[in-house]
């Protein structure tokens, strides 16, 4: 096909490339088949063609080929293909714009080299352009091929700030298309995982609102760029953390836990955990509306996946390290399994002793009762903190509250009647 006298017209030549297209998108070693044959010094020489559809489609050939490993990219980029895609990005065709932007981001994926060779050729300042455009589709694949250069360094990160992208990425945060929402969401996500510096950049934009905003009227596997986003902010500091807390975040990770699929429970657990590890305040945010007892009984569910649980348990230890809400440790007091369990015990042996009425309210709930009821190895760090709660209580109490004690009365008073008669 490629050594053909047919190449001499521009139909047959978009015939031909429709056909490698065909041909490369199966397999690495179709691709490198394809290679062989001199396809990259066609493709390019497409790329110089006047005609736009023809460029298109040699773009397009350039993402198959690109999709399927670093090798396979680092061969575009030696064959001199970067230059003129950037130059397609700046032709007045929306197609060939949004074919060029998608070869950037397929090759930038692999590798921070390869991502640095986009950047070399001014390949952010272009991309970030055509996020300006009114086309949605053009918007998504900019928005995605940047997520893709940034993800790789904090240094990329700076890049794209610097090229001014928050005003696009806020107004595409607030559009009618949730696909586009979740791009820019996504970009959010890369942007926000990297340091304090560049995180702090995106809260100041105002990035916090527009994501929870997004979380509200989002559904499935959509919300997880932005739940991922806010627990990366939140995990950089604790007034970070405060500022999601003041958004209602939590309300919209609650609702979503309601969601079916696993995947998206695990990303909204895991930003849970992030969000109330920092003090008591955003640990009592976070049991106050009710989460930890979801939490755990997914944690319990055996029908739930491995990944799900695991988050679970982390989150559970991260938040109740923090709690000193005694109602909600009390509510998961009865439920939690031993390596739960030993977290929650030992708030308690922390809270107790500085509080009276908390004391009061642990008799009559029947905690102390069921802290008496947990068997535990000698010296291990449960049982100190069991004995440190005991210490908060009259000997009598905790001796009345012990299983077996009640029995051991009943059979003193069946003793004492005996010797009455």
């Known amino acids: 096909m490629i050594r053909s006298s047919g190449m001499e017209t521009r139909f ?18 179709l691709a490198y088949a394809v290679i062989r044959c001199d396809a990259l010094r066609v493709i390019n020489a497409c790329l110089e063609e006047f005609d736009q559809c023809l460029k298109e489609n040699a773009a397009l050939c350039l993402s198959n080929i690109a999709r399927h490993g670093e090798d396979l990219s680092q061969l575009i ?34 590798s921070i080299s390869l991502a640095q060779n986009v950047v070399d050729v001014s390949g952010i300042w272009n991309l970030v352009k055509q996020t300006t455009e009114t086309c949605p589709k053009l ?27 928050f005003p696009q990425v806020l107004t595409a945060l607030k559009n009618k298309d949730m696909t586009l929402r979740k791009e820019a969401a996504n970009l959010v996500k890369e942007l926000t995982k990297h340091t304090f ?13 527009a994501l929870v905003s997004f979380l509200e009227e989002a559904k499935g596997s959509l919300t997880i760029p932005g739940i991922m986003a806010l627990g990366y902010i939140a995990a950089h500091s604790d007034v970070q953390a405060l500022n999601i807390l003041k958004a209602h975040a939590l309300v919209q990770l609650k609702n979503i836990l ?12 895991w930003a849970i955990g992030l969000i109330g590890r920092h003090s008591a305040n955003h640990a009592n945010a976070v049991s106050e509306i009710g989460l930890l007892p979801i939490i ?23 938040v109740l390290e923090k709690c000193i809400d005694m109602e909600a440790l009390q509510a998961i007091l009865y439920n939690s399994p031993p390596n739960i369990l030993k977290y929650v015990v030992a708030q308690f042996s922390k809270l107790l002793p ?15 009762r069921k802290i008496q009821e947990i068997d535990t190895e000698p010296g291990s760090a449960l049982s100190l903190h069991i004995a440190a709660i005991n210490n908060c209580f009259p000997e009598d109490v905790v001796k009345f509250y012990s299983p077996g004690y009640p029995e051991m009365l009943l059979e003193r008073v069946e003793a004492y009647e005996q010797e009455t008669n």
């Open 139 to 165: 918007q998504k694949q900019a928005f995605a091929s940047l997520a893709q250069i940034s993800k790789h360094t904090p240094d990329f990160a700076e890049l794209i700030l610097e090229a001014s992208i």
């Open 258 to 269: 309601q969601e079916e699929k696993d995947e998206v429970k695990s990303a909204a657990v």
């Open 354 to 368: 500085r509080n009276a009425k908390a004391r009061r309210a642990f008799v009559v709930s029947g905690s102390l």
């Open 77 to 110: 980029i030696d064959s001199g293909s970067l230059p003129l895609l950037i130059i397609c990005l700046q032709e007045p065709d929306i197609n060939l714009r949004r074919a060029a932007a998608c070869v950037l981001g397929d090759i930038a994926k692999h």
């Open 12 to 29: 047959y030549k978009r015939s031909v490339l429709v056909a490698l297209q065909s041909i490369i998108k199966h397999s690495s070693e």
């Open 296 to 318: 755990l009984s997914y944690y319990l569910n055996p029908e739930c996946s491995e990944d799900l649980k695991e988050k679970c348990k982390r989150c559970l230890k991260q």
């Open 197 to 209: 510096e560049t995180c702090q950049v995106v809260v100041n934009s105002g990035a916090i609102f």
